[in-house]
């Protein structure tokens, strides 16, 4: 292995990433308003804002799964048990220690096996329970005359609220995260940029020299 620092994360991940952390804190503030925690914005207005905030949000997940499948980047994000027990000490001992993390990013393998089972939980659990309760929540009109409906109404809504809390305890951790070890501009400057400092094999190494020399710096 050789590091190197390579351009790991494409200009449309990166896009990915920034547009879908604003759309999440403006789900979040127009949130809290709906829930009361906050009157900084008229109920009318967070209702709109909120519900087109979240439709642009759904559509960039869509695009984003079509970018991943057609791409190949969604194989960074299968779940994997190689190096957990490892990064999971880190987390919960070594990090206080002052101990170098034990995940070394590679090219093929971006995210450490706990981040990789984070974000496989928050695609395939998390966000589509979001989807779907703030989906049926937005068309109560279309449901409201069944039986109960008022009753369903309001265990959708707490399910929503519930699931919105769980993303919020996930940002929080996230940022706390990047406060820890080479600090927040370290680990906030690759997303930017969209360079890394990685391991390579002499063979990846070889074919990004040949095939993708934009992807080095020297």
């Not at 994000?77 to 027990?85: L, N, Q, W, Y």
């Not at 519930?162 to 600090?183: C, E």
């Not at 063979?203 to 020297?218: D, F, T, V």
């Amino acid at each position: 292995m050789s590091e190197r620092i390579v351009k790991v994360y494409p200009r449309y991940e990166r896009f990915w990433h920034w547009s879908q952390m604003t759309l999440i804190f403006l789900l979040m503030f127009t949130g809290f308003g709906l829930n009361g925690v906050h009157s900084l914005i008229p109920f009318r207005a967070a209702v709109m804002l909120h519900t087109i905030t979240a439709l642009v949000l759904l559509a960039l997940w869509i695009f984003t799964g079509f970018w991943m499948i057609t791409t190949g980047n969604w194989r960074q994000f299968v779940p994997t048990t190689e190096g957990m027990a490892k990064v999971a000490r880190f987390y919960a001992y070594g990090i206080f220690k002052g101990e170098e993390h034990p995940h070394r990013k590679m090219y093929w393998r971006k995210h450490n096996p706990l981040q990789v089972i984070t974000y496989f939980a928050l695609t395939t659990v998390v966000f589509p329970a979001m989807w779907i309760t703030g989906l049926i929540y937005m068309t109560y009109n279309f449901w409201e005359a069944m039986p109960d409906s008022a009753f369903w109404l309001e265990i959708v809504a707490n399910l929503h609220l519930l699931v919105a809390y769980g993303i919020l305890s996930f940002v929080i951790l996230h940022v706390y995260l990047l406060t820890v070890g080479h600090g927040i501009r370290e680990h906030v400057k690759p997303m930017v940029s969209g360079f890394e400092e990685i391991d390579l094999t002499p063979e990846q190494e070889a074919y990004l020299e040949k095939n993708e020399p934009w992807r080095l710096k020297s």
